[in-house]
C-alpha cells in the first residue's frame, strides 16, 4: 500500500504570493491533518479534514485555509506569503475511525524570500 | 488545553546500549493517547510506538518500549540495543480524541545520537 504523498516536495517563493501544496493520504484513509513545522515554534497543528469537512483548526491567521476533495485529497493554501511562512509543513493521513493509525507524508519544504 | 514537555534537548548513546527519553504532558483529559514518533534527516516522521491512556499495560515494539505513569503524566520511552539507524530527533505527542476529531500536540523533541 502507498504511503502518504505530498506535492512538491520543495517550494521557493516570494513574499506576498500564494501557494498551494497538496496531500494524498494512503488509500482507504478518509482523514487528513495539516502541521507546521519550524524551528522556533516546533510542530504545530493547522486543520483537520474528515470525508471534506473540516473538523478541527488550529491557531493560525485566515492566511491559511485548506479542503479536502471527494477522493480524500488535500490541498492546503498560504495567501500573502510570509517570511515566517517558511516551514516544512507536513500532512497525516488515517482511517477516520482510528484516531491511532496516523501516518505522515514525507512534508512540503517552503521557503519565502 | 494540553502541553508536552520534553527536558532533554538532546541525548548520546553508545551503539548497542540503552537509552531512555522522557516525556512529560499536562491535561485534563482522560481520553487520550500517547505516541513517539522519530524523525530521521529525512525529516519523514515515523510513528514509533503509541499507548491508549485507558491501557495500564506499556506498549511494547521490538527494542522500543514506553513507561507510561498516568498519575505522574509521564510517558518516556527506552531504547534496547540501539542501533545507528536510532539516530534522530524523537517526538513525544499527545492525542485528545472525541466526537469533535482529534490533533496531535507535540513536545519540543529530543535529538538523539547514537555513537559507534
Known amino acids: 500500500k502507498a504511503g502518504v504523498t505530498q506535492t512538491p516536495r520543495y517550494l521557493i517563493k516570494t513574499r506576498g504570493q500564494q501557494v498551494t501544496l497538496s496531500c494524498s493520504p494512503i488509500?482507504?484513509?478518509?482523514?487528513v491533518s495539516w502541521y507546521q513545522q519550524t524551528p522556533g515554534q516546533g510542530l504545530q497543528f493547522l486543520f483537520e479534514?474528515?470525508?471534506?469537512?473540516?473538523?478541527n483548526k488550529g491557531n493560525f491567521p485566515g492566511r491559511f485555509s485548506g479542503r479536502q476533495f471527494s477522493n480524500s485529497r488535500s490541498e492546503m493554501n498560504v495567501s500573502t506569503l510570509e517570511l515566517g511562512d517558511s516551514a516544512l509543513y507536513l500532512c497525516?493521513?488515517?482511517?477516520?475511525?482510528?484516531?491511532?493509525?496516523?501516518?505522515f507524508g514525507p512534508g512540503t519544504r517552503l521557503t519565502v524570500t | 488545553a494540553q502541553t508536552v514537555t520534553q527536558s532533554q534537548p538532546e541525548m548520546s548513546v553508545q551503539e548497542a546500549e540503552t537509552v531512555t527519553l522522557s516525556c512529560t504532558y499536562d491535561?485534563?483529559?482522560?481520553?487520550?493517547?500517547l505516541f513517539w514518533y522519530k524523525q530521521p534527516p529525512s525529516r519523514q516522521m515515523i510513528l514509533v510506538i503509541r499507548?491508549?491512556?485507558?491501557?495500564?499495560q506499556n506498549a511494547t515494539e521490538n527494542r522500543f518500549s514506553v513507561n507510561f505513569q498516568k498519575a505522574a503524566k509521564s510517558f518516556s520511552l527506552k531504547i534496547s540495543d540501539s542501533q545507528l539507524g536510532d539516530t534522530a530527533m524523537y517526538f513525544c505527542?499527545?492525542?485528545?480524541?472525541?466526537?469533535?476529531?482529534?490533533?496531535?500536540?507535540f513536545g519540543e523533541g529530543t535529538q538523539l545520537t547514537v555513537n559507534p
Open positions: 505527542a499527545f492525542m485528545r480524541w472525541g466526537t469533535s476529531g482529534s490533533r496531535l500536540t
Open positions: 479534514y474528515f470525508s471534506e469537512t473540516q473538523r
Open positions: 499507548q491508549e491512556a485507558y491501557k495500564q
Open positions: 488509500s482507504g484513509h478518509r482523514s
Open positions: 497525516a493521513s488515517y482511517p477516520g475511525g482510528d484516531f491511532r493509525e496516523q501516518y
Open positions: 491535561t485534563s483529559e482522560s481520553n487520550y493517547y
